[in-house]
């Protein structure tokens, strides 16, 4: 009889998140890119037999993201594209926070980001950058600076412009 050791469930990296999982034209590029713009670190990658990167992990802040080349052949058969093969746009927006917002989209744009937005404090209680990577995905990072009540974030968001309302 052999013996297993415990399963389980959901292994602690990936508990109570949604683990984006994008798709890139260069991953190897979109990983150097992540490690000197947001200071990711690479935990794993899977090398495609035909070449490219099949799957690999990286971690940005205690966040986890999954990411593979969009010409790997399983990509490929799956459907999976790149933003750059949807005509430069995305569905999908990639939150993250981190300590000091300013000081990484000082990175990031010296990394070769396109800020979006440039860093400013938003009516909800964070701090927030909207950047753009190389690949065309959109990150929005944000440093929470307040709480904000329900009542008091509706109240912040029907203000004019210019008055903490920002978007």
């Keep these: ?15 109570y998140a949604v683990i984006p999982h994008i798709m890139v ?3 190897a590029a979109a990983i150097d890119f992540y490690k000197r713009a947001f ?5 794993f990658r899977i090398d495609a037999p035909g070449g490219g990167i099949l799957h690999a992990e990286i971690t940005i802040g205690r966040s986890t993201l999954m990411l593979g080349d969009a010409s790997v052949g399983e990509a490929e058969a799956a459907s999976f ?4 093969s949807l005509g430069g746009g995305t569905s999908v927006t990639l939150h993250v926070f981190v300590p000091d917002v300013d000081s990484l989209a000082e990175r990031a744009e010296a990394a070769g980001a396109e800020i979006i937005q440039p860093p400013k404090d938003m009516f909800h209680g964070d ?3 909207i950047v753009k990577d190389p690949s065309g995905h959109i990150w ?15 109240r912040r968001r029907t203000l004019p412009q210019g008055d903490s309302a920002a978007i």
Aim: aromatic share 4%; net charge negative; charged share 30%.
């Design 127 to 129: 701090r927030t950058v």
């Design 25 to 27: 034209d260069d991953a």
């Design 39 to 43: 200071g990711a670190r690479e935990d």
């Design 81 to 84: 594209a790149a933003p750059t």
């Design 140 to 154: 929005v990072f944000l440093t929470h600076v307040e709480d904000v009540s329900q009542e008091e974030l509706l």
């Design 1 to 15: 009889m052999t013996e297993h050791t415990p399963h389980i469930e959901i292994p602690n990296r990936y508990r």
